[in-house]
């Protein structure tokens, strides 16, 4: 999946997570970016539900960033993936339960 | 083979905005009966697609204790309910609820779609169940046809905002504006045999008013309500709760009908009532009741 | 070393401050020690006045020097202007290498942040630090160790004279020019002086520090003028609003109101709820809900509250005046009802030490049968921190937590399972400030558990069926199964802090925090 445009998904709500995608130069790689509130606790944990989202949703190339304000891991999956779709500007015809789960 | 859960207990059904991580994560601690997470109206036209990645989620990753999940898709008038129903089915959803019902054709729309998105993602054939909710008079009108136009419809359900706006009045609180939905209703969906529910009460200061209005709608004969917060809960749980004596009663008549029944005898008495065979089902369905709020303690 | 809560406590912090490793609740129970008295400079002269003009002028009077300490009391809470307004100009003055020596510390104080970064504070001794304050001791500012202690603690210090106050600062929000203050008829006015009254016995020299000067005798005085050196006017103590709030509205998030049925449900199905029982409760919004349920079972029993005491608000004030409690035995006030309540027959204001000193012939604290706490985190083996943050920064302050906590025959502690992606209930709590032999329920909003050592309460509570009874472990697996497993805080090498038992021994020690890292891949 390649990102196209700058996107950006969730809120900064308690329990939430904002998340910024930006396109990366093909080839850059992934640049990833982490505030968190619970980062003592869980920032390996993020960091691995992020990277694994992006393994399955084929992403190499982008810059991504999160604002995370205690989600749970299936809220982090969300926005991220509501972030990448967005900034691929893909709506319909969603691979649920497949490259999303 | 029909499903099992089309005749679930559903006294509360709690509506929940799919776009809130901190509603969605553990409702079922509230102990509603159903949780209806919602795409529709609680989105916000531009988080459509962002609410799907949540509901998607929330279905598969949060044990939601055997609460039933309903899903609330956008209307058919939206360019959002087809990916809304792949989405939900493909999560795992319970049913699915549909806005703004208004003839058997909306729920034929819908069955087929959801027919597809099992076959899709895997899921057997018939596990998703319907329910469709009446916003319009055109919709009350049309109650008997959507009753019966689904095997998998397992209820109807009043949205009274839109349909006092319909019918150009408003809700007052006093219940006079719904009446006739109400009573069309019900009616309707006894004659089709499926469940009937009841709107919502937004007045949360209003906890009197919400108990009057709980009492009028079970004595209506009414399946639940939808709620809006779990405040609401306790009480609808309280006012769908048999009492002790009919507990007793209904319990007389089960047994003494099945003994009677046994050696021919038609007509009886129980604690001096007339009884016959018509008092069995009622009999039955509050023992049932009782045991799903958790105060029988019989051996029926 | 390895203390009873299983807390390594390194060695060269025994030899740094003299302390043992904790060793159990009971380990100095029938001890004995002499007291340490303060300097008294006698006043014999009817010509002498005690008014000072300025702090400038108490300090100066009071021999301020390098290295001193100074006490302070938290009654105006996140409205005071005392601590501030003396550090300041001790800062003035270019005074070094302060301790002080406060019942507690939080959001109002932020502004001593800069005196810590230059060596104007080199020590602290505090129930706890809230807001910045926390920060800069957890981030290593701080050129001394800090030292939490709960309330009752503090009084054990300063009494044994492990803690000398060289000069005491009070508030007070009426005080005559002889120096008879009190917690109420000011405009500043926060009810009680519990905390005080130790400083007032104790402390070498004691400076009042009043808004509101009143015609003598201030009488009958919560602290007397014969503790008392010097009265200084000033224009403002405290800022009322922020001092006693208004009374918390109730509270209808369900989550709370069944916390609070289930801790109601808990107190009146064991065996202590009988005529005359003793109570105290915090003033979260669970905790005040629960005494409000727990007054309606009480009148259609026909049951009578002996006495409460701790901190106090409208719902004990409420409980009072239904003539459901025999006395309030006060100690701190959260709110207007509160204050204004403290004026009745029945409302009795009592010293800190009264309250909850570990080291006298008896507090309390010592009669309660149950108290409702709030906490930070509980471990599986009931350990609390209710002091260091789960990012591992000191946010919170003991309070009387643990006195009332080991006093009590049945301690319960209410919190939400899991808060935000926090898992209140987990493996190994971050630091221990109250040690799980004083912890006998959990009272959670996906059930309820006791602690395997009080088989009697988990037998009672069994047969009356009225709460979901879960283990510890079971309510620790279920958090974690919704928060994911957390991982330890990093922290860096450096002891920034100790929690100090009620009996001054080492409970646990607080780390320099440092930047999270993430694991190699």
């Known amino acids: 999946m390649k990102i196209t445009k700058n996107a950006v998904a969730g809120t900064l709500e308690s329990s939430d997570a904002m998340v910024t995608v930006e396109p990366n130069a093909e080839g850059a790689g992934i640049e990833f970016n982490l505030d968190s509130v619970v980062i003592n606790q869980f920032g390996n944990s993020i960091r691995r539900t992020v990277m694994d989202t992006l393994k399955r949703l084929d992403v190499q190339d982008v810059k991504i960033s999160i604002v995370d304000k205690g989600a749970l891991d299936c809220t982090l999956k969300a926005r991220v993936e509501g972030a990448l779709f967005r900034g691929a500007e893909q709506t319909e015809n969603l691979p649920w339960g497949g490259a999303i789960r | ?300 | 070393m390895l203390n009873k809560v299983g807390r390594e406590i390194p060695e060269e912090i025994l030899k740094q401050t003299g302390k043992e490793v904790f060793q159990g609740n009971y380990y100095k129970d029938n001890t004995e020690f002499k007291k340490q008295g303060p300097i008294t400079k006698v006043v014999m002269n009817h010509d002498t006045s005690k008014m000072v003009s300025s702090i400038h002028e108490a300090l100066v009077k009071c021999g301020a020097h390098d290295g001193m300490t100074l006490g302070f009391h938290h009654h105006f809470r996140d409205g005071d202007l005392v601590v501030n307004m003396v550090m300041q100009e001790v800062h003035n003055m270019g005074i070094k290498d302060v301790t002080i020596c406060a019942s507690s510390l939080g959001k109002a104080h932020d502004a001593l942040v800069p005196m810590i970064e230059d060596g104007t504070i080199t020590n602290i001794q505090s129930s706890g630090v809230r807001g910045k304050i926390g920060e800069a001791i957890s981030q290593g500012k701080l050129k001394g160790l800090a030292i939490m202690r709960s309330h009752g603690g503090r009084i054990r210090a300063i009494q044994t004279g492990e803690t000398v106050i060289d000069i005491s600062f009070i508030g007070a929000p009426t005080c005559d020019d002889y120096g008879n203050c009190k917690g109420v008829g000011g405009k500043s006015d926060c009810g009680v002086l519990s905390y005080s009254f130790v400083d007032g016995n104790h402390a070498n020299k004691v400076v009042a520090v009043t808004d509101c000067l009143v015609p003598f005798p201030n009488y009958p005085a919560d602290i007397n003028m014969t503790k008392v050196d010097y009265v200084c006017v000033v224009d403002q103590i405290g800022v009322p609003e922020k001092i006693a709030t208004g009374a918390a509205k109730p509270t209808t998030d369900v989550r709370k109101l069944m916390m609070a049925d289930y801790c109601t449900q808990v107190v009146v199905n064991t065996p202590y709820f009988k005529d005359g029982f003793a109570y105290q409760t915090g003033v979260g919004g669970a905790s005040i809900a629960s005494a409000a349920s727990l007054g309606k079972i009480m009148k259609e029993r026909g049951i009578k509250m002996g006495f409460a005491v701790g901190g106090m608000s409208k719902g004990m004030c409420d409980l009072l005046d239904e003539g459901l409690v025999g006395k309030l035995l006060d100690t701190q006030d959260f709110d207007t009802s509160a204050v204004e309540s403290v004026k009745r027959p029945n409302h009795h204001r009592i010293s800190a030490g009264a309250y909850a000193n570990p080291f006298n012939k008896g507090a309390f604290v010592n009669k309660l049968d149950y108290v409702v706490l709030a906490a930070l985190e509980v471990d599986v083996d009931f350990n609390c921190n209710v002091v260091v943050g789960s990012d591992g920064v000191i946010t919170g302050a003991q309070g009387g937590h643990p006195d009332a906590a080991q006093g009590a025959k049945c301690t319960i502690v209410i919190s939400p399972l899991v808060q935000g992606r926090i898992p209140a209930i987990c493996s190994k709590v971050t630091t221990v400030t109250t040690p799980g032999e004083s912890v006998d329920i959990v009272v959670t909003d996906y059930g309820v558990a006791v602690n395997p050592a009080r088989q009697d309460l988990l037998d009672a509570l069994k047969e009356a069926k009225c709460v979901p009874l879960r283990t510890i472990e079971e309510l620790r697996d279920i958090a974690y199964s919704i928060t994911g497993e957390p991982e330890p805080v990093q922290f860096g090498d450096r002891v920034v802090g100790i929690i100090e038992g009620r009996d001054g021994t080492v409970m646990d020690v607080v780390r320099q925090v440092k930047p999270f890292t993430f694991a190699e891949d």
């Open chain 2, 1 to 300: 083979m029909s499903n099992p859960n089309k005749k679930r207990l559903r006294r509360t059904m709690m509506f929940l905005n799919c776009q809130k991580p901190g509603l969605i994560k553990d409702p079922y601690i509230y102990k509603p009966d159903s949780i209806m997470l919602d795409l529709e109206d609680a989105v916000a036209e531009k988080e459509k697609d962002a609410a799907r990645y949540s509901l998607f989620h929330a279905l598969r990753e949060i044990d939601y204790r055997g609460v039933e999940r309903v899903v609330r898709i956008n209307g058919l008038d939206s360019p959002y309910w087809r990916e809304d129903i792949r989405c939900a089915v493909a999560g795992g959803c319970d049913s699915i609820r549909i806005p703004k019902t208004e003839s058997a054709q909306d729920v034929h729309v819908v069955e087929e779609a959801v027919i597809a998105a099992e076959k899709e993602f895997g899921r057997e054939e018939g596990s998703v169940l319907i329910m469709a909710a009446l916003e319009s008079a055109r919709g009350i009108m049309k109650a008997l046809d959507i009753c019966e136009a689904s095997d998998r419809l397992f209820g109807i359900a009043l949205s009274g905002g839109d349909y006092t706006k319909d019918l150009q009045t408003h809700i007052t609180g006093t219940g006079i504006e719904l009446m006739g939905a109400r009573q069309n209703m019900v009616i309707a969906a006894r004659a089709a045999g499926v469940q009937c529910f009841d709107t919502v009460y937004t007045d949360l200061d209003d906890m009197d008013g919400f108990r009057k209005d709980v009492e009028a709608i079970h004595l209506m004969g009414f399946d639940g309500k939808s709620i809006i917060n779990p405040r609401q809960i306790e009480i609808v749980h309280d006012i769908y709760t048999p009492k002790q004596k009919d507990i007793i009663f209904a319990e007389k008549v089960v047994k003494e009908i099945d003994d009677k029944k046994a050696k021919g005898i038609g007509v009886f008495t129980v604690d001096g009532k007339m009884i016959d065979i018509a008092f069995y089902d009622g009999a039955k369905r509050t023992i049932e009741l009782a045991k799903a709020s958790g105060v029988y303690e019989g051996d029926l």
